[in-house]
């Protein structure tokens, strides 16, 4: 997979082969609102459907944010053929080099690839932008679908935390799994 980034400031806009992913824009609340008001989406993200009110406030705080401490998300537009098509986002966590990544996507774009590929562009740029030590993911135990982007991120399984959170979409009691890598790993895995 071939890709560029580039940044002006808080801009980040990265191009791959099929994809550009960069910063989310007050005009990206239309296309996040086809995928975030759909409940099957927003079960595993651990929140309720957005309605346009709230894409378009929770869009102009991402577009606002700066991402440059603990807490900042750094949310990222994902463009595939014929425009937006998913999300992708750093979250600088809590502890000394420590950042979540998270992914998600239309259902339309589900089995194309693109998770993985906004995976690739996620680590890369918390690796070799911004110096992060360790990433990780936290998934609900049933999305298998982001388990598998996970695994073939090369992310390792760290740990199972059984019933720890409420999902309110359907009131279940969900296990989560955290997925891992390091910025050693990720080095490695760059090397020929």
């Known amino acids: 997979m071939d890709v560029g980034i580039t940044t002006n400031g808080d801009d980040v806009v990265v191009r791959t082969d099929r994809l550009t992913l960069r910063r989310v824009r007050p005009v990206d609340a239309e296309a996040f609102l086809a995928w975030r008001s759909r409940p099957e989406v927003m079960k595993y993200l651990y929140l309720e459907p957005w ?23 750094l ?10 098509v998913g999300e992708a986002l750093l979250k600088w966590a809590p502890g000394e080099g420590q950042v979540e990544i998270g992914y998600a996507f239309h259902p339309d774009v589900a089995g194309l690839g693109y998770a993985t590929e906004a995976g690739r562009v996620l680590l890369g740029v918390a690796f ?6 360790r990433a990780f993911a936290r998934i609900d135990a049933e999305n298998l679908a982001s388990v598998r982007v996970a695994q073939r991120l090369g992310m390792r399984l760290e740990a199972r935390l059984v019933e720890n959170d409420l999902r309110p979409a359907d009131g279940v009691w969900a296990s989560e799994v955290v997925y891992a890598l390091l910025a050693s790993e990720h080095e490695a895995r760059r090397r020929p």
């Open 75 to 84: 949310m990222l537009a994902v463009e595939g053929p014929g425009g937006v």
């Open 51 to 73: 309605t346009p009110e709230v894409a378009r406030e929770r869009i102009a705080t991402w577009a606002a944010g700066a991402f440059a401490a603990p807490g900042d998300v």
């Open 128 to 133: 070799e932008q911004y110096g992060f030590h």
